[in-house]
């Protein structure tokens, strides 16, 4: 009801068309193109042959918007999305700017211009904040357009944006929810700071903006109606017409709401250059006399005090505008309506929400260094003179400085090394796959991708890829592979051995997808990409471990080339070295975690020879002998080279 009454107090509806551009609009109203150019060459009946700027200038502007319209018709440009600058040069330059063009000493300010209203708000704190020096102190905030007189008095603004199509429709900026409204509320604090706060004509005042998103236009409104700070109103949308076929029921509209702005203006101009407080003087005076005597008009602070006439007349409420909610707030919280009431002399009120804040000297500012001997803390600014704490860089040395000698993390031997290229693949098991699932996170039912486990929050991240684990069990724990039961349909970069048994089992599905950089920001987001990039072939490494997936051979081949001659050397010089290795070892199995298979008993030596391993030469000699001889099939190169025959368990790495 509060939020109603607002609404419709003291509203002020905008100036309707006068009769003669009423009907010079409507002889436009045309279908094709050739009647609109036929109109074009009449000449003007209310005009005749005497053009005077004062009276004929509204029909002389719509005679050039309506010329510019149909060049562009014409063209076919306005069916095309084009950026910000060109609806600014070809569209609403001509239409808005036009428009404003005869009202007194204005012209509108086009190119990301500041606002000297918002400036002066900025600057109020400063000692002079005057309007010659807001280029040394902070500047205002930037707008499209900026209606401003060359007395830097400002009267409206607006905001342009390009028109955005999408597959799922047109979007455009918003720009009635952002700093629009903002800095409009800077420019009525100006303008009733200029009429020197007078309340009759307060209630008069009103400044305009335009929102701009490639063809659509919405006009919004501020005033001060009586009572309230401040209320704006949102517009209806107007669109320029695509085409002369809808050019009758979209395009004059707007021209007409265009109009009906810029009379509202021209208005406010007239007030605020003709602006009197006579009738002030007599509303102070009826004021005083309907509240002689009363209690209101008294505060009791141990002897009676009036309040000052200056703060008896400020209204009890103000309205609060927020892009998504309007609210009531006292006028004393000055925090939410410092940003167009902080001209004004605050009074003071009880203790409530509204009003709570620190006491005087509560806060104690920091001491600025160096700044002359009258601050205490000047030239040497505490640090005295010379020596290692005066210097710069808080004189200070790192961390693990010793004077001079060789630190630690130097004297002490180091082991392995860093590999730039290394992958980091995020782990997810197996049981968190599941509970995910159950908890309908996850539509089972659907392909699962990498993005959906992102998207859900399963995993925290998405470096290098994604790889699945079983989760085998630890102590006392069980292993999370029993709990998975629902068959699936996933895709991660890598999986192990125990964790592809356990989801083919489930009767599910597992693709271990390679994906560059490129490939994974395009799965993540993949609205940020007109066309998709395809996916490349895995490098020389990569490439050498989607090998053994594919083979079943269970382990990284040593040599990856398809030249036997080389095959045949590097299997020569690693058997040499095997032969001379002093850090020769035997183990049970070979298992470093990755889901590598087991081999023969013969086959359970691991020797580091030049990044080379016994059990790479031998699946070397296999793969040796499956290029030499195609025909064969490779469990039967496998057996004939090691005596065993081959292992049939399925490993990825």
Same mark, same amino acid.
């Given at each position: 009801?509060?939020?109603?009454?607002?609404?419709?107090?003291?509203?002020?509806?905008?100036?309707?068309?006068?009769?003669?551009?009423?009907?010079?609009?409507?002889?436009?109203?045309?279908?094709?193109?050739?009647?609109?150019?036929?109109?074009?060459?009449?000449?003007?009946?209310?005009?005749?042959?005497?053009?005077?700027?004062?009276?004929?200038?509204?029909?002389?502007?719509?005679?050039?918007?309506?010329?510019?319209?149909?060049?562009?018709?014409?063209?076919?440009?306005?069916?095309?999305?084009?950026?910000?600058?060109?609806?600014?040069?070809?569209?609403?330059?001509?239409?808005?700017?036009?428009?404003?063009?005869?009202?007194?000493?204005?012209?509108?300010?086009?190119?990301?211009?500041?606002?000297?209203?918002?400036?002066?708000?900025?600057?109020?704190?400063?000692?002079?904040?005057?309007?010659?020096?807001?280029?040394?102190?902070?500047?205002?905030?930037?707008?499209?357009?900026?209606?401003?007189?060359?007395?830097?008095?400002?009267?409206?603004?607006?905001?342009?944006?390009?028109?955005?199509?999408?597959?799922?429709?047109?979007?455009?900026?918003?720009?009635?929810?952002?700093?629009?409204?903002?800095?409009?509320?800077?420019?009525?604090?100006?303008?009733?700071?200029?009429?020197?706060?007078?309340?009759?004509?307060?209630?008069?005042?009103?400044?305009?903006?335009?929102?701009?998103?490639?063809?659509?236009?919405?006009?919004?409104?501020?005033?001060?109606?009586?009572?309230?700070?401040?209320?704006?109103?949102?517009?209806?949308?107007?669109?320029?017409?695509?085409?002369?076929?809808?050019?009758?029921?979209?395009?004059?509209?707007?021209?007409?709401?265009?109009?009906?702005?810029?009379?509202?203006?021209?208005?406010?101009?007239?007030?605020?250059?003709?602006?009197?407080?006579?009738?002030?003087?007599?509303?102070? #005076? +009826?004021?005083? %006399?309907?509240?002689?005597?009363? !209690?209101? &008009? $008294?505060? @009791?602070?141990?002897?009676?005090? *009036?309040?000052?006439?200056?703060?008896?007349?400020?209204?009890?409420?103000?309205?609060?505008?927020?892009?998504?909610?309007? #609210? +009531?707030?006292? %006028?004393?919280?000055?925090?939410? !309506?410092? &940003? $167009?009431? @902080?001209?004004?002399?605050?009074? *003071?009120?009880?203790?409530?929400?509204?009003?709570?804040?620190?006491?005087?000297?509560?806060?104690?500012?920091?001491?600025?260094?160096?700044?002359?001997?009258?601050?205490?803390?000047?030239?040497?600014?505490?640090?005295?003179?010379?020596?290692?704490?005066?210097?710069?860089?808080?004189?200070?040395?790192?961390?693990?400085?010793?004077?001079?000698?060789?630190?630690?993390?130097?004297?002490?031997?180091?082991?392995?090394?860093?590999?730039?290229?290394?992958?980091?693949?995020?782990?997810?098991?197996?049981?968190?796959?599941?509970?995910?699932?159950?908890?309908?996170?996850?539509?089972?039912?659907?392909?699962?991708?990498?993005?959906?486990?992102?998207?859900?929050?399963?995993?925290?991240?998405?470096?290098?890829?994604?790889?699945?684990?079983?989760?085998?069990?630890?102590?006392?724990?069980?292993?999370?592979?029993?709990?998975?039961?629902?068959?699936?349909?996933?895709?991660?970069?890598?999986?192990?051995?125990?964790?592809?048994?356990?989801?083919?089992?489930?009767?599910?599905?597992?693709?271990?997808?390679?994906?560059?950089?490129?490939?994974?920001?395009?799965?993540?987001?993949?609205?940020?990409?007109?066309?998709?990039?395809?996916?490349?072939?895995?490098?020389?490494?990569?490439?050498?471990?989607?090998?053994?997936?594919?083979?079943?051979?269970?382990?990284?081949?040593?040599?990856?080339?398809?030249?036997?001659?080389?095959?045949?050397?590097?299997?020569?010089?690693?058997?040499?070295?095997?032969?001379?290795?002093?850090?020769?070892?035997?183990?049970?199995?070979?298992?470093?975690?990755?889901?590598?298979?087991?081999?023969?008993?013969?086959?359970?030596?691991?020797?580091?020879?030049?990044?080379?391993?016994?059990?790479?030469?031998?699946?070397?000699?296999?793969?040796?002998?499956?290029?030499?001889?195609?025909?064969?099939?490779?469990?039967?190169?496998?057996?004939?080279?090691?005596?065993?025959?081959?292992?049939?368990?399925?490993?990825?790495?």
């Amino acid at each position: 009801m509060e939020l109603e009454e607002i609404r419709l107090h003291n509203r002020r509806e905008l100036p309707n068309l006068p009769d003669d551009l009423l009907k010079h609009m409507m002889t436009f109203a045309k279908g094709t193109i050739q009647e609109l150019r036929k109109q074009l060459q009449q000449p003007i009946d209310a005009i005749g042959d005497n053009f005077i700027r004062e009276i004929h200038y509204d029909l002389d502007w719509l005679q050039y918007a309506m010329y510019t319209l149909v060049r562009e018709y014409e063209s076919g440009a306005l069916k095309v999305n084009h950026h910000e600058q060109w609806y600014n040069i070809h569209l609403w330059g001509p239409i808005v700017d036009q428009c404003f063009a005869n009202i007194l000493d204005m012209e509108g300010v086009r190119g990301e211009s500041c606002s000297v209203a918002s400036g002066i708000r900025k600057n109020i704190n400063r000692e002079t904040p005057s309007k010659e020096a807001l280029t040394k102190w902070k500047c205002g905030r930037k707008a499209d357009l900026i209606l401003r007189t060359t007395a830097d008095l400002e009267f409206g603004g607006g905001e342009a944006g390009r028109m955005y199509k999408s597959e799922k429709g047109t979007k455009w900026l918003l720009e009635s929810g952002m700093k629009l409204p903002k800095m409009l509320k800077d420019m009525l604090a100006q303008l009733a700071a200029e009429v020197n706060w007078s309340k009759r004509t307060l209630r008069e005042l009103l400044v305009v903006g335009f929102v701009h998103g490639g063809r659509r236009q919405m006009l919004l409104e501020l005033d001060c109606p009586e009572g309230f700070t401040c209320r704006l109103r949102r517009g209806k949308v107007y669109n320029v017409a695509e085409s002369v076929e809808t050019h009758a029921a979209k395009t004059l509209p707007l021209l007409a709401a265009t109009w009906r702005a810029k009379a509202a203006v021209r208005n406010c101009v007239h007030l605020v250059l003709t602006h009197t407080t006579d009738g002030d003087a007599e509303d102070e #005076v +009826l004021r005083l %006399i309907k509240e002689a005597g009363s !209690t209101d &008009s $008294f505060e @009791s602070r141990g002897d009676v005090l *009036k309040i000052p006439p200056c703060l008896a007349t400020l209204p009890p409420t103000s309205l609060v505008h927020h892009c998504h909610r309007s #609210v +009531l707030l006292p %006028i004393c919280a000055s925090a939410a !309506t410092r &940003s $167009f009431v @902080s001209f004004i002399e605050q009074p *003071k009120k009880k203790i409530g929400l509204g009003t709570l804040a620190d006491n005087e000297g509560a806060t104690k500012e920091r001491t600025r260094l160096g700044r002359g001997p009258g601050s205490g803390r000047g030239k040497t600014a505490g640090r005295g003179h010379k020596g290692q704490n005066a210097r710069s860089g808080n004189g200070k040395p790192t961390p693990i400085f010793e004077g001079g000698q060789t630190p630690l993390v130097k004297r002490i031997p180091k082991r392995g090394f860093h590999n730039p290229e290394r992958k980091e693949y995020q782990p997810l098991n197996l049981d968190r796959l599941q509970h995910w699932i159950d908890t309908r996170r996850i539509d089972a039912s659907q392909p699962i991708t990498m993005k959906h486990l992102l998207d859900t929050r399963c995993i925290h991240k998405l470096q290098d890829g994604v790889k699945l684990l079983a989760d085998v069990g630890f102590r006392h724990f069980p292993p999370g592979a029993e709990y998975f039961k629902t068959p699936v349909n996933i895709e991660v970069s890598r999986a192990s051995r125990k964790a592809i048994e356990t989801v083919e089992q489930a009767g599910g599905t597992i693709i271990c997808q390679h994906y560059h950089s490129l490939g994974l920001r395009a799965l993540r987001f993949p609205e940020k990409f007109n066309k998709l990039p395809k996916i490349p072939f895995p490098g020389r490494k990569e490439k050498g471990k989607l090998d053994c997936s594919v083979l079943g051979i269970g382990c990284v081949i040593g040599i990856r080339t398809h030249k036997t001659g080389v095959i045949w050397r590097r299997r020569k010089t690693s058997k040499r070295h095997v032969k001379s290795s002093p850090h020769r070892r035997h183990d049970t199995h070979v298992n470093d975690g990755d889901g590598w298979n087991t081999f023969p008993n013969d086959l359970h030596l691991e020797l580091r020879t030049n990044k080379m391993t016994v059990t790479g030469i031998v699946m070397a000699l296999v793969y040796e002998n499956r290029l030499r001889r195609r025909e064969a099939p490779l469990q039967e190169c496998f057996e004939k080279e090691t005596g065993k025959p081959p292992p049939n368990q399925r490993m990825t790495v």
